[in-house]
């Protein structure tokens, strides 16, 4: 009775620990996939792994990390899909300092038929909601929230 309890704790838990977020197209090569839902586990680690089917069936599977220190070259992918003038990111570089109350991220995913896209983005404190910017390897760009 005890390890069927256990295992209804864990499966109840790592069902919980999925979660969603959607990538919305911002240029034409984008707009030809449509609103992509992307699957997320989150432990609560800062690290995870992402899915996300493609129109077409492909699927993208990869991990993502969330950190608290800005590495060089972070937000090109913010800079492309917000502006570098005073945009949502706004720092007019390639690199976006820290928001306040933020932690910036990474995600890679690899697909089975050969597309590749990063991500970077930021997580507010509260309720682990964030938002940032998607880049496929052919150039589709899109605004990422969760």
Known sequence: MKKLALLMFVLLFLVA???Y???YPVNDLASTTGVLKAK???FGRGYGEITIVMPDGETLNGEYTTGRA??????NLLSNVYGTE?????????????LQG???????????????MQCEY???NRAGKGRGACK??????????F
């Open 136 to 145: 496929k390897n052919d150039g589709s760009l899109y605004r990422l929230q």
């Open 86 to 98: 005073g945009g949502a990111f706004g720092t007019g570089t390639s690199t976006v300092l820290r």
């Open 21 to 23: 977020a959607r990538l």
């Open 102 to 116: 933020t932690n910036p991220g990474i995600a890679n995913l690899y697909g089975d038929r050969g597309t590749m």
């Open 17 to 19: 620990c999925t979660k």
């Open 70 to 75: 800005i590495n060089l070259n972070f937000g």
């Open 122 to 124: 930021f997580v507010g």
């Open 40 to 42: 997320y586990s989150d």
